[in-house]
């Protein structure tokens, strides 16, 4: 992957900051210039420990260093910042009302029912199980990204463009949508080294559509990161067991 993916990512969803900058009452750009810089950090941190750090020696394939980094950037992050601000990050086991993180629950539980029978129709079967794909999907990229995207960049720009729309109790926002766009793309777009451009539109829209919109709807309707991670971890190994089907 080329240094300037993360820049390319900024600029896809570059449209609906624009967007909301001009549909918002307030705007806080202090917050809005944070999220850029987090989010370019965190992605520069993972990029580069995969080029400099691996452990392959050990006969590890995926990204355990890279995901360990960004956990760790994390956690400076949410302990530097207001057990009220930890608390909007979602960094908490306080919920919002049982009915709240109820609806959310069924509703990502749907979304998922769907997924599954999609990804069971058209994925390719018949793998071989790996341990450490299994050890790794059931936690790192659920445990990271979470953190980061629904955690601490939801909270950056819910912090710069205050959220205005109701939805079962709940205040959403163009951090929602941003979120949920910057997910999905940073999947499914690429520029390699030798600068030849992939853009994946397929994954980009059923991300959006599918994982990225009904694990952010949980984390708004629970009001925590603990459920979006469970259900983030839930997606990838379920990917993987349809795999060795």
Known sequence: MSLITPLIWILIVAPFIVLAVFRSEKVNLKYLGLFVLYFLADSYIQHLSKLYFDLEFIGLKFAWIGKILSL?????????????????????TKTNSKSQVKSGVLIFLGFLAFDFLFKLILFPKGGDFDLETFAFQMTMPGLTEELVFRGILFWLLDKAFAPKWNFKGIKFGWGFVIITIL????????????????????????????SSLSVGILRKLSGNLIFPILGHNAINTMNAIIRIL
């Open 183 to 210: 997910f999905a793309e940073a999947h499914g777009v690429m520029l390699t080294e030798n600068y030849e451009f992939k853009f994946d539109l397929i994954t980009i829209l059923y991300l959006t559509v599918i």
């Open 72 to 92: 760790s950037f994390a956690l400076i992050v949410i302990f530097s910042v207001l057990k009220k601000d930890r608390e909007e990050i979602g960094f908490t």
